[in-house]
């Protein structure tokens, strides 16, 4: 059972989904700490009516990035985290949480990366008229979307599809992916 935080700023319909496959028994991992930069996020009330605690921050509040990241470091310990993933988390990670945890942060992106990198990746990808786009999930590394890939699913479009409904299928791929692939690594994982 690995001990993990969740990392996302949004609405947390990832965080939803491996809290669900936690529940149904296929995802061996506990959420001990769920942390947020935005005080409006959906995802904390979600984390709230989980009763899984909540650290909850403003990056403005600090100096820099490497002191915010520290208090972060500080919690994750006393809440003994050993594996982080990211679920909509919008700020690069820097040297003090990479560094406290080699290896063990995991990021979903909607894209087939290396395409798409960044925000609105669906967006990108429609805009460039591609017919096939998807899901990557991957090891976080000090750039954007860039560290090495653990898996991807790719999906299949008709080119009629508008972006909500690409969204949603996105969406549909990723709460499946994600507990699936995590399992899988958690598994493999003896630390
Ligand atoms: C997901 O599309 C994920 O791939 C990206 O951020 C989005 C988060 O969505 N990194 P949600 O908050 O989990 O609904």
Same mark, same amino acid.
């Given at each position: 059972?690995?001990?993990?935080?969740?990392?996302?700023?949004?609405?947390?319909?990832?965080?939803?989904?491996?809290?669900? !496959?936690?529940?149904?028994?296929?995802? *061996?991992?506990? $959420? %001990?700490? #769920?942390?947020?930069?935005?005080?409006?996020?959906? @995802? =904390?009330?979600?984390?709230?009516?989980?009763?899984?605690?909540?650290?909850?921050?403003?990056?403005?509040?600090? !100096?820099?990035?490497?002191?915010?990241? *520290?208090?972060? $470091? %500080?919690? #994750?310990?006393?809440?003994?985290?050993?594996?982080? @993933? =990211?679920?909509?988390?919008?700020?690069?990670?820097?040297?003090?949480?990479?560094?406290?945890?080699?290896?063990?942060?995991?990021?979903?992106?909607?894209?087939?990366?290396?395409?798409?990198?960044?925000?609105?990746?669906?967006?990108?990808?429609?805009?460039?008229?591609?017919?096939?786009?998807?899901?990557?999930?991957?090891?976080?590394?000090?750039?954007?979307?860039?560290?090495?890939?653990?898996?991807?699913?790719?999906?299949?479009?008709?080119?009629?599809?508008?972006?909500?409904?690409?969204?949603?299928?996105?969406?549909?791929?990723?709460?499946?992916?994600?507990?699936?692939?995590?399992?899988?690594?958690?598994?493999?994982?003896?630390?």
């Amino acid at each position: 059972m690995k001990k993990i935080a969740i990392f996302a700023s949004g609405t947390g319909s990832n965080f939803d989904a491996l809290v669900a !496959a936690i529940e149904r028994g296929e995802l *061996a991992a506990s $959420v %001990e700490l #769920l942390v947020c930069d935005r005080r409006s996020a959906k @995802v =904390l009330e979600k984390a709230k009516a989980k009763g899984i605690p909540t650290l909850l921050f403003s990056g403005k509040e600090y !100096a820099s990035k490497a002191e915010y990241e *520290a208090m972060i $470091v %500080e919690a #994750l310990h006393e809440h003994q985290v050993e594996w982080i @993933v =990211l679920a909509g988390y919008m700020r690069l990670l820097g040297e003090t949480l990479l560094n406290a945890y080699p290896n063990r942060i995991i990021n979903i992106h909607p894209s087939l990366l290396p395409a798409y990198k960044g925000k609105d990746a669906v967006g990108q990808a429609l805009a460039a008229g591609e017919r096939v786009v998807g899901v990557s999930i991957h090891y976080v590394d000090a750039g954007m979307d860039t560290g090495e890939l653990i898996a991807q699913e790719s999906i299949n479009l008709t080119g009629r599809e508008n972006k909500e409904e690409v969204m949603e299928m996105v969406h549909h791929v990723e709460h499946q992916l994600y507990p699936k692939t995590l399992a899988k690594l958690f598994a493999a994982s003896a630390s």
